[in-house]
């Protein structure tokens, strides 16, 4: 169905399955989630294109059940021209939306690539495709763990919505102050583009704690010495985690965000509750 403009708009990201047992697992998750009618379903892409033969086959069984699918792509180790052919693969099947992120090579691997980061990415896409992609960017509200300070990460981010990003989708985080300002910080720096907050529900501390200090997202206090202090109690851990995200998803739709973007990790659960507890639309 057509959208209103200003109505928000939500997403969900899954990651391409390594085995056969999680491309069934991830058929069920499609289904149960498509029934939700996000506007689209994201697929990741690994460093240096390493899970890219299967986020293409992700892609396509996604695009064929029936949803929008929005494959991530990256430089990294891949040449111009698999990227040039990829996207005219994409094209030929009728999506109309990318991820572009910056490509990471793996390590070990002697590659050096032509491109790199994501600015480049999307004059490169640009060049090939025009304005046929709506392109989505990454962005990061409590700063890249690789960037210099906060001025010189909304600088990158510029460079991304000058070269002809549509829209961006923030790491996650869980503090809604943290958010917002980062919002008003990019309108007063000329970036006007929607951001969208990235969602990561909270269903293991120890997974949790790896992928934040990896990709330098803040765990606040207070929620780091509550799942601490429920150690292996997997309910409690959970029920407090959608308390916790479905909280911090009604502040920030209150507060204008124009949408969510869930990282699913391949897993209905609890991303349907939070979904339904939030009372958020099947159109």
């Not at 792509?73 to 040039?84: N, P």
Request: glycine share 8%; proline share 5%.
């Amino acid at each position: 169905m057509d959208k209103h403009n200003n109505d928000p708009r939500f997403s969900f990201e899954f990651f391409p399955p390594r085995t056969d047992v999680g491309v069934e697992k991830l058929r069920d998750v499609h289904r149960e989630l498509a029934a939700l009618e996000p506007d689209f379903f994201s697929v990741t892409y690994g460093a240096g294109g390493s899970t890219r033969d299967g986020t293409r086959q992700t892609v396509t069984a996604v695009k064929q059940a029936g949803s929008d699918v929005a494959p991530h792509l990256s430089f990294g180790g891949s040449s111009k021209e698999d990227i040039a052919s990829l996207l005219i693969d994409y094209k030929n099947m009728g999506i109309n939306r990318l991820v572009a992120l910056r490509g990471d090579i793996p390590s070990g691997t002697g590659v050096a690539s032509q491109y790199f980061y994501a600015n480049e990415l999307i004059e490169f896409v640009r060049k090939t495709t025009g304005d046929h992609f709506h392109i989505e960017v990454a962005c990061y509200p409590e700063i890249h763990p690789q960037s210099d300070s906060y001025d010189s990460d909304l600088k990158y981010f510029k460079n991304k919505v000058n070269a002809g990003a549509d829209s961006a989708i923030t790491q996650y985080f869980y503090n809604p102050d943290a958010y917002f300002y980062f919002v008003d910080a990019c309108r007063k720096a000329g970036i006007n583009i929607p951001i969208v907050p990235g969602i990561m529900p909270i269903t293991n501390f120890t997974s949790l704690q790896r992928f934040s200090n990896n990709c330098g997202a803040e765990i606040p206090r207070w929620i780091r010495q509550r799942l601490q202090a429920y150690g292996d109690d997997s309910n409690s851990i959970r029920d407090f985690g959608i308390e916790v995200v479905q909280t911090l998803c009604e502040n920030l739709l209150a507060g204008g965000a124009p949408g969510l973007h869930f990282y699913t990790m391949n897993q209905t659960e609890p991303v349907r509750q939070i979904w339904q507890q939030l009372g958020l639309r099947t159109r």
